[in-house]
């Protein structure tokens, strides 16, 4: 630990080395699964569908959030962010957009799913490979938004790593959370939900269950839930009057829920062919 960086307030050693700790576990755990999926989908030709395109893009969105946060964990273990503002706000940029992008490629393979079990319509690649690379683009519009002054960027209580400010609650910032949050959330929040919907419904009536299909609704609630609602929070309150540490707990919780996650793409997201 560096001795001439004083620590936040509301921070102990235990607690800087402890959240860093955590974040490089998870960090590394999260790329390493991610990166497994990555490999097997380039690797075995039997699994280069459309559909598991979709899986593929999902998994490097989750590397890209893993490689954030392994980076916080090493800014951590220094008790400051070495990077500078211009750093932040490329952490801060990257971070956001491999989530969003994480966030919308779930809502696109519970979209196919729905296809391949309800209509028996399959993916094309022109609709994969489009789709993906309006993903791409449509995240990365709304990531920029805070570098140009719609939204900000700053520093995490702990000052170790960057993402949306939400402390301050002041108009810029509502005016752009809500519709961040209704075109790269609730949209894709209601695609989950009526898609598994749908899919469970159909499993019913022919009694042949491919796959539980609460799980990725529950996993996905899990992962954004505890950050959705401080960022609402902090449109109607002061977001400082929450604990540091539990500010805190709630980038850890993301990230985790990312590198826990990430075992499954091969269970809950089936990528072998004709599933």
Known sequence: MVSSHPLPNGFSEIDVFSLGFCLLVEGLLGFFLNAVTVAAFIKIRELRTPSNFLVFSLALADMGISANATIAAFSSFLRYWPYGSDGCQAHGFQGFMTALASIHFIAAIAWDRYHQYCTRTKLQWSSAITLTIF????????????????????????????????????????????????????????????????????????????????????????????????????????????????RMVRTIHMSGSYSGKDLSHLQRFPICPGQ
């Open 135 to 246: 993903i791409w683009l449509f995240t990365a519009f709304w990531s920029a938004m805070p570098l140009i002054g719609w939204g900000e960027y700053d520093y995490e209580p702990l000052r170790t790593c960057c993402t949306l400010d939400y402390s301050k609650g002041d108009r810029n910032y509502v005016s752009y959370l809500i519709p961040m949050a209704i075109f790269n959330m609730a949209v894709q929040t209601f695609v989950v939900i009526t898609s598994y919907k749908s899919i469970g419904q159909k499993f019913k009536k022919t009694g042949n269950p491919r796959f539980n299909t609460a799980t990725p609704l529950k996993t996905f609630l899990f992962c954004w839930g505890p950050y959705g609602v401080l960022a609402f929070y902090a449109a109607v309150e002061n977001a400082n009057l929450v604990s540091p540490k539990i």
